[in-house]
């Protein structure tokens, strides 16, 4: 599966893409908790002092944001799926 970090992620991570191998009946929390034990120093900028997902995190699988997706983070995850990961977006 392909991942995808923008902005201030690729930065913390230093890396923009990568691989990630699936293990069968893998979901998009479990690629959550993949990446980061890979990739630490995106941990604090992912996760609240509970461990939950921070809101601002936007994740999508295939072009879809994981919220509107009715299992969210239980949703499982094929070889051929690509999650894209943005931080909070400012603009005005």
């Known amino acids: 599966m392909k991942v995808n970090l923008y902005s201030t992620f ?3 991570a230093g890396i923009a893409h990568f691989e990630l191998e699936l293990q069968p009946g893998a979901t998009a929390g479990w690629a959550i908790g993949e ?3 890979r990739y630490p120093a995106l941990e604090k900028l992912w996760l609240d002092a ?3 997902l921070h809101g601002h995190v936007h994740v999508c699988i295939n072009q879809v944001d994981i919220h509107s997706l009715p299992k969210g983070l239980d949703t499982k995850l094929e070889p ?3 999650l894209d990961i943005f931080p909070p977006v400012t603009g005005g």
């Open 10 to 12: 690729r930065e913390h």
């Open 35 to 37: 990446i980061l034990r």
């Open 50 to 52: 509970k461990g939950d």
């Open 80 to 82: 051929q799926d690509t």
